[in-house]
């Protein structure tokens, strides 16, 4: 089965020839060795203390491989078999005297394998840990026996999901969906627990289950042929009822995409905004649209009590989850899409200007995921009858209005800039998850290790809007997590939308300059001639 | 019309345009042809805006394609050879959406587009998905875009890809009906044969060079130094091949299964008096008759460099 297996060693060679393999490593790396060297006892008591510092140092280390291992290994398994639709090279694997279940194997070893290795390369950084004492060799074996599983847990949810889907963001939105609140619930664990011991066996359980179910799933739809990436009506007919299929013609899907229309485009409007809402942003998915809806109205219902006993930050939170979460998937393939398609040249020897093609899709992007976020901010206007003020609610509102406008701008620069959307996708999850959240859990780590305010470097913390979430209203934030040191809450709200305001502006003024560049190579003085 | 001065593309080391300088006047079809790899669809999308040259320049239109690039835009109406739809529009919608980005206001456009469909011998499938289609309306679809903004300059790259044989004739008389217009049009394709049949002017293009240019019949004439001459017997094909030889003005001879080849020096006359002469000879002549140069012989002497 593995011996001479034609998918693994073709998909290794491909992975391991180019320098997208070398670049995830490094930054695998810098990023791991940030947190120990912030994290690491500098204090002059560390040396009676070091056993404890020493195991947290460990569990900080284990949590941020584990999210590292979440984020990443989604990229190599949900593309697995999608890519192939994509490139139509699926009628050429399936049709070779392969097993299907040899190529299940090779699919899911080329994606797991890739991460293992990234696992096994930070051990150097693990001994430098063993200096400080405290660790016993049960639990370097079991939080690295759990990474492996989890690999192979989230690999076979990827690999899953590809099979399912015939496009890459929508394998990678939904794998992504499953694999977070995974990943959330494991961190917990790591947490929670005062040795690594458990953490193995209860991985290692969650992922001889989730073989068990995952396996004959995908195999099965492994067996099936892919040549028609077209939905058939029978698939349509059982989509539409159980309620998967938009009403373009009723409201509130009618928000979401305008229904067809009858008669020409208006003079004046932009054309390509208009393509974008009526063909693009749902031609990507309803399917995908619906279930991330369900899923979140479902998840959403866990939430709304906590409107009522005043906190209303932390639902502020699970929203700006959730916009995180889509917006790229929305706005990564508004123009790697194109490329990929074969449209793109269509569009660039029209004489639709720059201006119209990124506000076009800059505009459906944000629009498609505020009317979602609206849908899931309903609960938060019931907490007016409770503590909160309008002004609060609408504070609220602007730091995830904000959050979804800086992340869709991010999303649409990345899709110019790269050729594909899912390497655009990658990397603007990557950028989010950096801008978001890793500068001001940095400072935080460094609170809590160092001691102390982290002084100038509070400021770090505007840029993320969980941060800013907090400083809305009465909430007893100095008492937490969410504390800013001496920053005034009202200048964390107000630091927070003036940067990301002014980020979103430089990087569509860039996203205009380079346009010509980035999709042309002609030079953007030429174009107004 | 089309103008290219000096135009050269290189990606690093690889050259793929090298020094190309060609002229289209207005209403010609000009035929670009050439190995994988020659250098057309670099040339094609340099002329349609989408390639910034490594020097070079061009002229469509009477704008410069490196200054002027909204005016040649304009000017142009660009068929990629590889080129995707809207999944989910229909075709009608297919053809506003270009149109308003072309610019066209509503009160012309209803006109413009069944116009277009009825050009194309699309109008049937005007409700249609565009994802729907087969290839072949997919090329016709790409072809009524190229004309919705009435542009005097065609550039179509490899039209007749993945056409079918009727297809094909539909598009070559889609396309003298485009010139009849007023269109130059340029246009490339594989299918040498039909590039004869539609255009008045070819250039042969290999690794980036051009290697021939100008009317077709001036790059047949070109490529043959001798006249070649068929012949084919009923039987007595050694005897037939003894007058052949002894004759002065040919110059040599080839048999094969009854069937003689010869490549012929002489005058007309002369051919007509070696004619007469093989028939009082008593041979069995079933046909002699002279063969015309063709693209695809001219294509591969000059690729393979058997003409200067």
Known sequence: ?529 | MIEIQDFVKSYGDFLAVDHLNLKVEKADIYGVIGPNGAGKTTTFRFLSTLLEPTSGDALVNGFRVTKNVRDVRRSIGYMPDNFGVYDGMRVWEFLDFFAVAYGIPRAKRVQIIDDVLVLVDLIHKRGELVNGLSRGMRQRLCLAKTLVHDPPVLILDEPASGLDPRARVEMKEMLHELRKMGKTIIVSSHILSELADYCNKIAIMERGKLLAFGPVSSILERIRKHRVVEVQVLGKADETAGILKGHPGVSSLTQEDGMLRLDWNGTSEDLVALHREVVLAGIPLLWFREVEANLEEAFLKLTRGEVG
């Open chain 1, 1 to 529: 089965m593995l011996h001479d297996n034609a998918v693994l060693r073709r998909e290794l060679l491909t992975m391991l020839r180019g320098h997208r393999a070398f670049i995830m490593q490094a930054i695998f790396l810098i990023v791991l060795s940030f947190l120990v060297l912030v994290a690491w006892p500098m204090d002059e008591d560390y040396i009676n203390l070091r056993a404890e510092r020493s195991r947290t140092l460990f569990k900080l280390f284990a949590i941020g491989e584990l999210t590292l291992v979440s984020i990443l290994a989604p990229v190599f398994s949900a593309g697995s078999v999608t890519m192939e639709k994509e490139l139509h090279t699926v009628d050429l694997l399936f049709t070779t005297q392969m097993h299907v279940f040899s190529i299940f194997i090779g699919k899911l070893l080329s994606s797991v394998v890739y991460i293992l290795f990234l696992v096994m390369s930070t051990l150097p950084m693990l001994v430098i840990c063993f200096i400080l004492g405290g660790l016993a060799a049960s639990d370097v074996l079991s939080v690295y026996g759990g990474l492996m599983c989890v690999a192979v847990l989230f690999g076979l949810v990827g690999l899953m999901c590809s099979t399912f889907f015939s496009r890459t963001h929508a394998s990678l939105a939904i794998t992504y969906l499953i694999v977070l609140p995974m990943t959330l619930v494991l961190v917990l664990i790591v947490t929670a627990l005062t040795s690594f011991v458990p953490f193995f066996w209860i991985v290692l359980v969650a992922t001889v289950i989730g073989a068990m179910v995952m396996v004959p799933l995908t195999v099965r739809r492994l067996s099936q042929p892919f040549s028609d990436v077209e939905r058939s009506a029978e698939e349509e007919r059982i989509e539409d009822q159980a309620g998967l299929v938009l009403m373009r013609d009723r409201f509130p899907d009618s928000l979401l995409a305008p229904s067809r229309r009858d008669d020409l485009i208006p003079d004046g409007t932009n054309p390509v905004l208009d393509k974008e809402m009526r063909f693009e942003i749902f031609g990507r998915g309803t399917l995908l649209v619906r279930l991330i809806i369900q899923i979140s109205i479902g998840i959403s219902i866990f939430f709304i009590p906590l409107v009522f006993t005043g906190h209303e930050p932390i639902y502020t939170c699970y929203l700006l989850s959730f916009v995180v979460f889509i917006t790229p998937a929305f706005a990564c393939p508004s123009f790697t899409q194109e490329r990929e398609r074969g449209t793109f040249d269509l569009l660039l020897t029209s004489l639709v200007t720059p201006e119209q093609v990124i506000t076009g899709k800059l505009v459906a992007a944000c629009r498609c995921t505020g009317v979602l976020t609206a849908f899931l901010s309903l609960p938060m206007v019931l907490g007016l009858f409770k503590d909160m003020t309008v002004v609060d609610l609408l504070r609220h509102a602007a730091v995830v209005g904000m959050t979804i406008f800086a992340t869709a701008v991010m999303s649409l620069f990345f899709s110019l800039f790269f050729r594909t959307t899912l390497v655009a996708l990658v990397v603007t999850y990557l950028s989010v998850l950096f801008l978001y959240i890793t500068p001001a859990l940095s400072l935080k780590i460094l609170e809590v290790f160092a001691g102390g305010s982290p002084g100038t470097g509070s400021w770090l913390m505007l840029t993320s809007p969980f941060f800013a979430a907090f400083s809305v209203g009465e909430w007893e934030y100095q008492n937490t997590f969410f504390k800013t040191g001496g920053i005034p809450k009202e200048m964390v709200w107000a630091g927070f939308n003036g940067f990301y305001l002014l980020l979103s502006l430089g990087l569509l003024a860039a996203m205009r300059a380079g346009y010509e560049r980035f999709t042309t190579g002609l030079k953007a003085v030429r174009m107004g001639a």
